[in-house]
Nanobody, 121 residues
């Protein structure tokens, strides 16, 4: 059994900052990557950022230069530092991880419970 537990988020003014964190726990053999997606009301879930176990990162164009993703391989955690927030960043943010569990040979994508981020203008 693998779980992702998210923390952080909340309310910020435009131009402000928030931080999201996520920890993977359970029967984990290997974490290949961890990342973040978001979903605004009426929109599809969209990619935000990803960090691979080797340290390489990817960002969506909409957050590049404003958001920074970081990870701790030893702790199976990932964080997203969000600076220069805009009202259009308002969404539910989901942590995701590509994990090889101990109990199977199948690499699986797991999702956190979601965290609301609201940016006021």
């Amino acid at each position: 059994q693998v779980q992702l537990a998210q923390s952080g988020g909340g309310l910020a003014q435009a131009g402000g900052s928030l931080r999201l964190s996520c920890a993977a726990s359970g029967s984990i053999l290997r974490v290949n990557s961890m990342g973040w997606y978001r979903q605004a009301p009426g929109n599809e879930r969209e990619f935000v950022a990803r960090i691979r176990s080797g340290g390489s990162t990817n960002y969506s164009d909409s957050v590049k230069g404003r958001f920074t993703i970081s990870g701790d391989n030893a702790k199976n955690t990932v964080s997203l530092q969000m600076n220069s927030l805009k009202p259009e960043d308002t969404a539910v943010y989901y942590c995701t991880a590509e994990i090889r569990p101990m109990t199977t040979t199948v690499i699986t994508n797991y999702w956190g419970q979601g965290t609301q981020v609201t940016v006021s203008s």
